[in-house]
């Protein structure tokens, strides 16, 4: 089968999509991935051998400037008519698209065509560019179990298929805590400033002085920090890139950081307790921390509400209390069988 495997954007994205571009190919299928030039690399890196690439060109609508986003709206256009004339010499017969704009003109073709598309929708919130592209589409698989801004209806089928992770996590998934007293502060590629400012702060004002902090931050800021953690005689490692993640996590008691679909599913798949604070401008980090918190394994906490008292008493209770985080890990765990859910809904 002739399948067409659209993404873009951020690895977010990316990511989902080559896990299961994978998985097809092993099945035996002819797979062509389209991206935009922001990814082309990481795309091209990771696709399975024999797959085709496609180049789209595309952007982010959501700039501030008019005059950008009139741009961004002319590229999906061109590339959605360039799709278009594409499927006429390559008509796949399936396609199934990933979120982010690029995924926007490879559906739009499908549609025009025909040709059955599936769309996966990474956040708990429905997305913009997906949210456009969902009136084009019969089947949307999602992440969580609820999606805000998206019901089943008698013409799109809705199915909860999980997200894709990177299989070092699906390798220790389940994996039980090592109660070595350590967190993770993670605030994704650029930190975050909130996490740089409250955890230090609330770590040293506990009396649990065993407590290892691994804290990836701003480039600017890790002097700063590591000559905090230090004069508080608390143990630190600060960087401002972890290169092995997956293996930091799993290592980790207790996570704290932002609500990223990709970071609460991975921390779902392995089973590891955590504070989210979602970025207060990001509906989609609110909707996927909130789902998280209601499995019992984390914290969902605005930013007004992510104080140093408060996450002082919190971590108190934690880890003086090893049951409690055994148990909060217990119910963070959550299967994932995302991959082979998608690819089975795709060769339908």
């Known amino acids: 089968m002739r399948i067409w495997i659209a993404t873009g954007g951020t690895g977010g994205h990316v990511f989902p999509a080559l896990s299961v571009a994978e998985e097809l190919a092993k099945r035996g299928h002819r797979i062509i991935i389209s991206t935009d030039g922001r990814v082309m690399d990481m795309v091209k890196r990771g696709k399975p051998k024999k797959s085709g690439v496609a180049f789209i060109w595309a952007s982010g609508v959501g700039a501030k400037s008019k005059l950008m986003q009139i741009i961004a709206l002319f590229k999906i256009a061109v590339s959605s008519a360039a799709l278009t004339l594409r499927f006429m010499l390559f008509r796949p017969e399936r396609v199934v698209a990933f979120g982010g704009y690029a995924s926007v003109p490879a559906v739009f073709a499908a549609h025009l065509w025909k040709v059955p598309t599936l769309l996966h929708e990474q956040n708990g919130a429905i997305g913009r560019a997906n949210k456009f592209a969902m009136r084009w589409v019969r089947t949307l698989m999602t992440s969580f179990p609820k999606v805000d801004g998206v019901k089943s209806n008698k013409s799109l089928k809705v199915i909860y298929s999980g997200l894709p992770v990177r299989k070092e996590f699906l390798a220790a998934a389940n ?29 040293a004002a506990m009396k649990n002085k065993k407590i290892f902090v691994t804290h990836q931050t701003r480039p600017e800021n890790v002097v700063r920090l590591q000559k905090f953690y230090s004069d508080q005689k608390i143990r630190a490692n600060v960087l401002s890139f972890i290169h092995n993640m997956a293996e930091t996590i799993i290592s980790s008691d207790l996570i704290i950081g932002r609500g990223g679909a990709s970071t609460v599913v991975e921390l779902e798949t392995v089973g590891r307790p955590a504070i989210i604070v979602p970025l207060g401008i990001n509906p989609d980090q609110a909707a996927n921390a909130e789902n998280f918190s209601k499995t019992g394994g984390a914290f969902s906490v605005p930013q007004d509400k992510f104080t140093p008292k408060w996450l002082t008493a919190t971590l108190t209770e934690l880890f003086d209390n090893p049951a409690r985080l055994t148990k909060m890990a217990q119910k963070a765990y959550v299967p994932n069988n995302a991959v082979s859910i998608i690819a089975d809904e795709v060769v339908k």
């Open 175 to 203: 994996s039980p805590l090592k109660m070595e007293s350590k967190i993770l502060v993670t605030g994704g590629s650029l930190g975050a400033q909130i996490l740089d400012e409250v955890v230090p702060v609330a770590i």
